[in-house]
């Protein structure tokens, strides 16, 4: 069975970075895509960038200067780093496998970051 | 960006009864639209895909329905276990893009 979890601290002071692991277990993230999705306070959704099979990356361009997605094969890690964080970057943060290109199959059970001082 | 309007914000509805939650779409997303359900405590799963392709497993209850910019979940004989947040995406273009959510609660 394909499962995610996230991991990394919950707290970061802003202007600092953010930086979680999702591990997978059950299906090589050297296949499909894996994807960061984050859902603020009232819940709105947002869609923050993929790694796919090969590595390549794709981002929101509302992130496109602060986030990186790498990961590590050997671990069957992906990770996410967001750079120059500030309050509104409070949310719980989901890693998820894509199903094809655009959808989600499976998700993280999503770990909550709360940035403040 | 294409906005997703998804209503209500919220529904509490009876055992047995039939609810309708609507997405509506700021352009034509041609049915590339999915529904999750988010059940309290746990990760979202999909349940509808292209706008009414039901994911394997989930029950013939759920059903959805819509095209160009409006989008509706229907689900028959509402059972305890729906009890859950459901949210809408569209991925017709990148950034995919998500409905706010609408909570659902059991009367």
């Known amino acids: 069975e394909v499962q995610l979890q996230e991991s990394g601290p919950g707290l970061v002071k802003p202007s600092q970075s953010l930086s979680l692991t999702c591990s997978v277990t059950?299906?090589?993230?050297?296949?499909?895509?894996w994807g960061w999705i984050r859902k603020f306070p009232g819940n709105k959704m947002e869609w923050m960038g993929y790694?796919?099979?090969?590595?390549?990356?794709s981002y929101n361009p509302s992130l496109k200067s602060r986030i990186s997605i790498t990961r590590d094969t050997s671990k069957n890690q992906f990770f996410l780093q967001l750079n120059s964080v500030t309050t509104e970057d409070t949310a719980t943060y989901y890693c998820?496998?894509?199903?094809?290109?655009?959808?989600?199959?499976?998700w993280g059970q999503g770990v909550m970051v709360t940035v403040s001082s | 960006d294409i906005r997703m309007t998804q209503s209500p914000a919220s529904l509490s509805a009876s055992l047995g009864e039939t609810v309708n939650i609507e997405c509506l779409a700021s352009?034509?997303?041609?049915?590339?639209l999915a529904w999750y359900q988010q059940k309290p405590g746990k990760s979202p799963q999909l349940l509808i895909y292209?706008?009414?392709s039901l994911q394997n497993g989930v029950p013939s209850r759920f059903s959805g329905s819509g095209s160009g910019t409006q989008y509706s979940l229907k689900i028959n004989s509402l059972q305890s276990e729906d009890v859950a947040t459901y949210f809408c995406?569209?991925?017709?273009?990148?950034?995919?893009?998500f409905g706010s959510g609408t909570k659902l609660e059991i009367k």
């Open positions: 790694i796919s099979y090969s590595g390549s990356t």
């Open positions: 998820a496998r894509y199903y094809g290109y655009t959808l989600f199959d499976y």
């Open positions: 995406q569209q991925y017709n273009n990148y950034p995919l893009t």
């Open positions: 059950g299906y090589s993230i050297t296949s499909n895509y």
């Open positions: 292209n706008a009414n």
């Open positions: 352009e034509d997303i041609y049915s590339d």
